[in-house]
């Protein structure tokens, strides 16, 4: 399996609090996704990556926001958490583009 | 926008059917993606093709880029194959936009 890992796993926080969720890959690809997977909607993308310090926008990034520093980071920071930011989060890495490896998912939970 | 459509949403067989699962798009494509999400959530990239036909072990993905749909198939299906399979597809690679997924599930 691709070295992808997600952390934390689950966090439970409060509207208005910044939340910062973590991307890390050992496998030194170039692209980096993050998403979010809701109940009857299909995975959304949030920001993506393209190298360091490279982002770009998806469809859903308002609220959003993302760094990558080096290659093997990527954060998603919830500046302000809202309930509508309730979700499943994965992080997705891919050598060329187009995800091929997906981390194994945050649940987050905002009250 | 790309609109993706999965039939069908839900799909119950026995154990040694054959299983097709389709996914049609509104949008010429470049590449299309099939993904299998296993019931505790993890998600697998199974397919990346932009014509034609990929088969490994087991499962075959086909591709008619002018009737803008695609087939997943399994053979000899069984009960480990139980998972959500989601179609994807882009004009790159970077923004994809997803179906909703096929919940398939075999029954030994």
């Known amino acids: 399996d691709a070295g992808i890992t997600q952390s934390p796993r689950h966090k439970v926080t409060e509207t208005g609090t910044p939340v910062t969720l973590r991307c890390h890959q050992t496998?030194?690809?170039?692209?980096m996704y993050w998403y979010r997977q809701d109940p009857g909607h299909g995975l959304r993308l949030i920001h993506y990556s393209y190298g360091v310090k490279d982002t770009d926008k998806g469809e859903v990034s308002d609220g959003y926001s993302v760094s990558r520093s080096k290659t093997e980071d990527f954060l998603l920071t919830l500046e302000s958490a809202t309930s509508s930011q309730t979700s499943v989060y994965f992080c997705?890495?891919?050598?060329?583009?187009?995800?091929?490896?997906f981390g194994p998912g945050t649940r987050l939970t905002v009250l | 926008k790309n609109e993706v459509e999965q039939s069908p949403q839900n799909l119950t067989a026995q154990e040694g059917e054959f299983i097709t699962i389709n996914c049609s798009y509104s949008?010429?494509?470049?590449?299309l993606h099939w993904l299998q999400q296993h019931p505790g959530g993890g998600i697998v990239s199974l397919f990346m093709?932009?014509?034609g036909k990929k088969k490994h072990g087991r499962l075959i993905a086909t591709i008619n880029i002018q009737e803008k749909h695609s087939s997943l198939h399994i053979t000899a299906s069984h009960p480990r194959d139980s998972a959500v399979y989601i179609c994807?597809?882009?004009?790159?690679?970077?923004?994809?936009?997803f179906g909703t997924g096929t919940r398939l599930t075999i029954i030994p």
């Open positions: 093709l932009s014509s």
């Open positions: 994807a597809v882009g004009d790159g690679n970077e923004k994809l936009t």
């Open positions: 997705a890495i891919s050598p060329t583009g187009g995800p091929n490896h």
């Open positions: 949008v010429g494509i470049s590449a």
């Open positions: 496998e030194n690809h170039r692209y």
